[in-house]
Structure formats: C-alpha cells, structure tokens
C-alpha cells in the first residue's frame, strides 16, 4: 500500500497529533463553522435557505415557515417550540452527528479531528439549551458544565477546563489542538489526563457515542410530557432560526 510521507503513522502513533494536509482541506477548516451560537441557520426573507437537511426555509407574506421535504412536505412554524425541536433535532443529526459516525467508519485514525470538532461544538450548543442562558462570555464554563453532566464525578473541573483550552479553543482559534491531546479508538477510557492534564488521551469514538445518547435523551426530555416545562421554556428561549 503507497503511503504519503506525511499520513505515516506506525501501530503506536493514536499519539500523532498533526492531521494531513488533504485531511485539514477536506474537513477541519469547514467544521470551523460549528462555533458557539452558529448552530441554527436563520431564514433569510430575500432567499430560501436550507435550516436543517430536508428543511427548506422561506418567508411567504412576510411569515416565516419552514417546508419538511422529508416529510410529506410538511409545513412548519419556526416560532413554534415543537416544530423547532423537529428542527433542531434534523440539525444536529442530520448534519453533525450522523457524519461524525461515518467518519469515524471510514477511518477513525484520519478523522478523529473533525469528529472531535462536532463533539467540542455540541457540548457549548447543547447547554445553552439545556439551562436557557446564553453563552457569550461563559463558553468555558458551559463547555465544562456539559462534561460534568455527561461523566458526573469522573474528572477534576481543572483538567476539563485545560481540555477546553486545549482542545475546543486550539480547534476553534487556531484550527488545532493544543500540544499534547492526543487520540486512539483503541483508548480503554473517553478521556484520561496526566502530567497536570499537560497530556490528554480521548477516544473519539466514546465521546460520540456519549453525545449520541446525550441528545437522543434531550430531544425525549424535550417532547415529554412528563417533563417540566422549563425544559421546554429553556430551549425555546436560545433555539431560533429567526
């Protein structure tokens, strides 16, 4: 098999941090459009615009909707909080989650950077709503709140904050992690830090699917009745694609 010299990695190298040129091309620098409050695309009144995959958006008589090509070419109200949870959750599936498992398929070693990108932006995104306050100016603590939520007692709150520095903002700042992170699918932990969290091991794959069932579970809470409606009034509040 012909290797280019700069995608040579042995058995032990899950601790290379330096992705591909072709890699970074093709998908870390679009991913850079995940940041915090770009989850949502807005209608614009002068275009249609798609706001989720199969969700076209438009104004019609100076009123926004939203067409389900996917549905039966259902109409939905954007400031309607259910139709916005249908939105919201074909956002994040459909154009952040599902790819993010099928890179990881086509090669978790190549793709762990962008795989990781989509998980750094879920975490931020998914407390805004979850807590019904915006992030501007608390980012951190957000991003740390979602892990503690995620793994309860598992991590010190100063390793999950150097991983922020390290991880989230190299990625979204600088387009790369920070010395010392490193990846392997074959880590037996989501995350392990050492050295002061000065070296941080995270398996892609765990941290996914752990954000998988994270939203799955949200977007349940979201449609239940059971729940409270703060849940509901949290998400309703930040989610717009207005």
């Known amino acids: 098999m012909r290797v280019e010299k700069y995608n040579y990695a042995s058995h032990g190298d899950g601790y290379c ?3 591909a040129p072709p890699f970074r ?3 870390c620098w679009a991913a850079l459009s995940l940041g915090k ?3 949502p695309k807005q209608i614009q009144r002068d275009h249609e615009i798609y706001i989720a995959p199969g969700i076209l958006g438009l104004y019609e008589n100076d009123s926004p909707v939203a067409i389900d090509q ?3 070419q259902n109409r939905l109200d954007p400031t309607n909080v259910d139709d916005k949870i249908t939105i919201y959750e074909r956002e994040v599936t459909g154009w952040f989650l599902e790819p993010a498992l099928k890179l990881l398929d086509e090669d978790s070693f190549q793709n762990a950077f962008i795989v990781l990108m989509v998980c750094m932006s879920y975490l931020e995104g ?5 807590t019904g ?3 501007n100016r608390r980012s951190k603590d957000c991003f740390v709140e979602s892990l503690e939520r995620l793994y309860p007692d598992q991590f010190h709150k100063r390793d999950l904050e150097k991983l922020y520095s390290k991880s989230r903002c190299g990625l979204f700042h600088n387009g790369m ?3 010392g992170v490193v990846f392997s699918s074959e880590y037996d932990n989501v995350m392990s830090f050492s050295n002061n969290a000065e070296i941080i091991k995270i398996n892609s794959r765990l941290l996914l699917n752990r954000i998988r069932q994270d939203f799955s579970s949200y977007i349940n809470e ?3 009745e059971e729940q409270s409606e703060t849940i509901r009034d949290n998400f309703n509040r930040i989610f717009s694609v207005l």
């Open 17 to 19: 941090i330096a992705a």
């Open 25 to 27: 091309n093709r998908a």
């Open 37 to 39: 409050n770009s989850m």
């Open 70 to 72: 996917l549905n039966d």
């Open 126 to 130: 998914v407390e805004q709503y979850k």
């Open 133 to 135: 306050i915006d992030s």
């Open 177 to 179: 992690v920070k010395g």
């Open 222 to 224: 979201l449609r239940s």
